[in-house]
């Protein structure tokens, strides 16, 4: 089969960021070319119906949905082992409408969950696909639970949401969800292969993604591991790759501030190649700039660590985060996470170096943290006996934080937040030692932008605004859905709506022959 270099569509619509980093990837790896089968007889390694690229919420719901429709159905990953990102999700899941909420008697509505998604995405979301994910919610965690997963009997209200309406799985991570789909994937016969990397889209004459070209028997990151091989799709081929987050480069062309050592919550094989392959068959990028910074994170241990759940759970809810220096709050914890992480950014020193601000909470707040043993097993996580203790530790002047504590606690019992306006329905005085600290310091977490696709999960051409024939796509390797900023927990719900709307979409397209 002869294969030659081939950029198609629409490059007018892309900013000069992309452009440049686009140009940059295609010269790397041009030794792998955009792939035009021009000919009736390509030697296929394999085939199927239906190819689905990764294996996180995304992909294994595709997956799983594409066999159920009757397709022969192969996904493939590069890594060793399955789950990607999904399994260090920390297991929140948004369900709007769930039957937590009739028994805890919370109101809420896929309008309010929506127009929440909307706030926190600054107006920018498409709305057309923020909808369906809203409106898929309560039919995905019926699908996943029916899959074998188990959720905590108690809801979260996460910071950005109106309502508590957040299930955490049994055990506070996403490969609770991932290890069930993972065992009905197999059970319902999906093929599933690791260490299998993604290279190129195959496209025909026409136009129409029919196969991938992979390397076979690599071993992450060793670039010369591995055999060539060509999948033939019969169907079509759903892009599950997930976002960009620890591709360094990548990111600093679409957010300078972001180059360097800027540590990151992902799994080290979330680099993009494959969104970057269907920006050059024609795809267009979507708000590939807006990349969030998770505000939970700890600088005290690397990627997403265990102090994360700390924070969410309890630090954000029952606590409150001070500058490190003042011992003055200054924003509302229970913001969105844009909100926050832009807020923390500001405390820097003369010379830009971070002043970490200080997140504590009592030992009532802190029963909601599903890891506590964890936190303090590792030392990100500290106790104290009071809160002149704390302070010292952290090198914070205690009168100031004792008065901010004491400040908090008359707004917890007015139940009106003067300064920020957090929600303190149902917050707690911190009063009860011990006390539990932990420093704080936004990561690279989710990338907001990604390829264009409609409500059907096709990916749109640049070049004309149509899909492209064969591919479709599902999860953060998408933009549009969060707009400027998601909120947590809506990242389960998305990439499971939108993965089964993929997988349903590729097992009924028309087949090549």
């Given at each position: 089969m002869?294969?030659?270099?081939?950029?198609?569509?629409?490059?007018?619509?892309?900013?000069?960021?992309?452009?440049?980093?686009l140009a940059s990837q295609a010269e790397a790896q041009s030794s792998f070319p955009v792939t035009r089968n021009a000919l009736p007889n390509t030697r296929w390694d394999k085939e199927f119906d239906v190819i689905v690229i990764g294996s996180g919420f995304s992909a294994l719901a595709a997956a799983i949905e594409a066999k159920r429709a009757g397709a022969s159905t192969l996904l493939v990953e590069k890594m060793r082992v399955l789950g990607g990102n999904s399994c260090i999700n920390g297991g929140l899941f948004a369900v709007a409408g769930n039957e937590l909420q009739k028994k805890e008697g919370v109101k809420d509505s896929v309008d309010l969950l929506v127009g929440d998604m909307l706030k926190a995405g600054r107006g920018i979301n498409h709305v057309e696909l923020t909808k369906i994910c809203a409106e898929g919610s309560l039919d995905a965690y019926n699908f996943v639970t029916q899959c074998g997963a188990v959720f905590k009997p108690k809801l979260s209200w996460l910071g950005g949401h109106s309502v508590a309406r957040t299930y955490l799985t049994h055990n506070a991570s996403g490969s609770g969800i991932v290890r069930p789909l993972v065992q009905t994937a197999r059970a319902?016969?999906?093929?599933?292969?690791?260490?299998?990397?993604?290279?190129?889209?195959?496209?025909?004459?026409?136009?129409?993604?029919?196969?991938?070209?992979?390397?076979?028997?690599?071993?992450?990151?060793?670039?010369?591991?591995?055999?060539?091989?060509?999948?033939?799709?019969?169907?079509?081929?759903?892009?599950?790759?997930?976002?960009?987050?620890?591709?360094?480069?990548?990111?600093?062309?679409q957010d300078p501030r972001l180059a360097g050592k800027v540590d990151s919550t992902n799994q080290p094989g979330a680099t993009g190649e494959a969104m970057r392959a269907a920006f050059r068959i024609g795809a267009i990028p979507v708000q590939i700039s807006w990349i969030q910074l998770g505000p939970w994170a700890c600088?005290?241990?690397?990627?997403?660590?265990?102090?994360?759940?700390?924070?969410?759970?309890?630090?954000?809810?029952?606590?409150?985060?001070?500058?490190?220096?003042?011992?003055?709050?200054?924003?509302?914890?229970?913001?969105?996470?844009?909100?926050?992480?832009?807020?923390?950014?500001?405390?820097?020193?003369?010379?830009?170096?971070?002043?970490?601000?200080?997140?504590?909470?009592?030992?009532?707040?802190?029963?909601?943290?599903?890891?506590?043993?964890?936190?303090?097993?590792?030392?990100?996580?500290?106790?104290?006996?009071?809160?002149?203790?704390?302070?010292?530790?952290?090198?914070?002047?205690?009168?100031?934080?004792?008065?901010?504590?004491?400040?908090?606690?008359?707004?917890?019992?007015?139940?009106?937040?003067?300064?920020?306006?957090?929600?303190?329905?149902?917050?707690?005085?911190?009063?009860?030692?011990?006390?539990?600290?932990?420093?704080?310091?936004?990561?690279?977490?989710?990338?907001?932008?990604?390829?264009?696709?409609?409500?059907?999960?096709?990916?749109?051409?640049?070049?004309?605004?149509?899909?492209?024939?064969?591919?479709?796509?599902?999860?953060?390797?998408?933009?549009?859905?969060?707009?400027?900023?998601?909120?947590?927990?809506?990242?389960?719900?998305?990439?499971?709506?939108?993965?089964?709307?993929?997988?349903?979409?590729?097992?009924?397209?028309?087949?090549?022959?």
């Open positions: 002869t294969r030659r270099a081939m950029l198609m569509g629409g490059g007018a619509v892309l900013g000069a960021a992309v452009l440049g980093a319902e016969g999906v093929m599933l292969r690791t260490g299998c990397k993604f290279d190129e889209f195959i496209v025909n004459d026409d136009g129409r993604v029919i196969g991938v070209a992979v390397t076979d028997e690599y071993r992450f990151p060793d670039e010369a591991s591995g055999q060539r091989r060509l999948f033939k799709a019969r169907r079509g081929v759903v892009m599950a790759t997930g976002g960009f987050s620890q591709d360094e480069k990548f990111r600093a062309a600088p005290d241990e690397q990627g997403f660590g265990t102090a994360s759940m700390f924070n969410i759970q309890s630090g954000f809810r029952y606590g409150i985060m001070v500058e490190g220096n003042t011992g003055k709050r200054f924003v509302n914890e229970l913001a969105d996470r844009k909100t926050r992480a832009d807020a923390m950014l500001t405390k820097v020193d003369a010379g830009g170096a971070p002043i970490y601000p200080i997140i504590l909470v009592d030992s009532e707040g802190v029963k909601s943290c599903p890891n506590l043993d964890r936190c303090l097993k590792f030392q990100v996580v500290r106790s104290f006996d009071s809160i002149a203790a704390l302070a010292d530790f952290y090198k914070i002047p205690a009168d100031a934080l004792k008065k901010t504590v004491d400040d908090y606690n008359s707004y917890v019992a007015q139940k009106n937040d003067l300064e920020f306006g957090k929600p303190v329905a149902t917050a707690i005085p911190i009063a009860k030692p011990p006390f539990y600290g932990v420093r704080a310091w936004p990561k690279v977490h989710h990338c907001m932008g990604g390829v264009q696709i409609d409500t059907s999960a096709k990916v749109i051409r640049s070049s004309d605004f149509n899909p492209i024939p064969g591919l479709f796509a599902a999860g953060e390797v998408t933009g549009g859905i969060h707009g400027a900023s998601r909120l947590g927990s809506c990242a389960v719900m998305e990439t499971l709506v939108m993965g089964r709307i993929a997988g349903k979409s590729a097992a009924r397209n028309e087949p090549i022959g």
